[in-house]
């Protein structure tokens, strides 16, 4: 085991390079897995929106690691709890992993949420895996007393292996479906327009929004939050080659004050969580 000093805007983040033994390998979708593993320096250092990348295989092919969010840290029994899809090699090769086998974890990284504070309204709005860095952040916010309006959606009814979690932490989730399997038939963004337009839902007008989904999802939402002025705060996904600022292949563009109008920030130092009005979503 070792630790590594990762330079998050100046600031010297302790991550941890170790062996993290697999407890539980579980199959919770179409797709979709649940991993926990026994990983006590990075779960007592672990934010929610923080990451963690992984090695999938000892072997030199894939070479490189894959980034994933964490779903869940308990720091009393040092577990890490990672929701995954297979998207890939790399991730078919992860669900294939057993309990008792270890794999190189490097983690946390990256910069988390920024919690509200005691009392403010709070909205959440999650999307298909996007979900998984959410469910960290709901049991914090569960854990201070802070209420929230949460919105989740998916695909369809198998991929939302969340809910009974998330209402376990006493949030009741307005959930929406694309084949309307469960909840509200169509976007989670329509829902969530419908129900900021309608006259007849008292719609609380967030402190913080939190989002984390897919690109066209983030681009909706922000256009959204944007005209009603409501602040909030973006988990953006990108491949990510390193995961430590090296490589340059999870940039994304920030809006800025000089001659472009923009800059590129790393998803994996500067993130993967962004105050979502300093994104450039014309190209994001």
């Known amino acids: 085991m070792g630790s590594i000093g990762t330079s ?28 926990e593993l026994q990983a006590p320096e990075i779960a007592r250092k672990a934010v929610p929106g923080q990451f963690v990348h992984m090695q999938v295989s000892r072997e030199l092919e894939p070479l490189l ?34 309990p008792g086998q270890n794999l190189s974890v490097l983690g946390p990284l ?20 996007g979900i998984a860095p959410l469910v960290f952040l709901l049991k914090e916010l569960a854990a201070g007393g802070i209420s929230a309006e949460v919105y989740l959606g998916a695909r369809t009814k198998t991929c939302l292996p ?19 399997t469960i909840g509200y038939h169509g976007q989670i963004t329509a829902l969530l327009e419908r129900d900021m337009a309608d006259t007849a839902i008292a719609f609380l007008k967030p402190d913080m929004a939190y989002a984390c989904g897919p690109k066209p999802m983030l681009k909706s939402l922000a256009r959204l939050l944007l005209a009603k002025h ?12 390193c995961g430590v600022g090296a490589c340059l292949s999870c940039a994304c563009k920030i809006k800025a004050n000089n001659q472009e109008g923009y800059l590129y920030r790393h998803v994996c130092v500067n993130g993967p969580v962004f105050p979502g009005e300093e994104v450039v979503w014309d190209e994001a």
Do not use: C, W
């Open 65 to 98: 690691r894959r980034p994933f969010s964490i779903y869940n840290a308990d720091q009393d029994k040092g577990r890490l709890e990672l929701l995954y899809q297979v998207v890939g090699k790399g991730t078919e090769i992860l669900s294939k992993a057993a």
């Open 230 to 241: 409501i602040p909030f705060q973006v988990s953006l996904e990108e491949h990510m080659g």
């Open 110 to 129: 990256g910069r988390g949420f920024v919690l509200p504070e005691k009392g403010q309204k709070v909205m959440v709005v999650g999307g298909g895996i």
């Open 162 to 180: 969340s809910l009974s979690q998330v209402g376990s932490m006493g949030f009741q989730p307005k959930v929406a479906s694309d084949d309307g």
């Open 8 to 35: 998050v805007k100046g600031r010297v983040e302790l991550s941890f390079l170790i062996d993290a033994l697999v407890i539980k390998q579980e199959r919770v979708g179409p797709g979709l897995y649940f991993m």
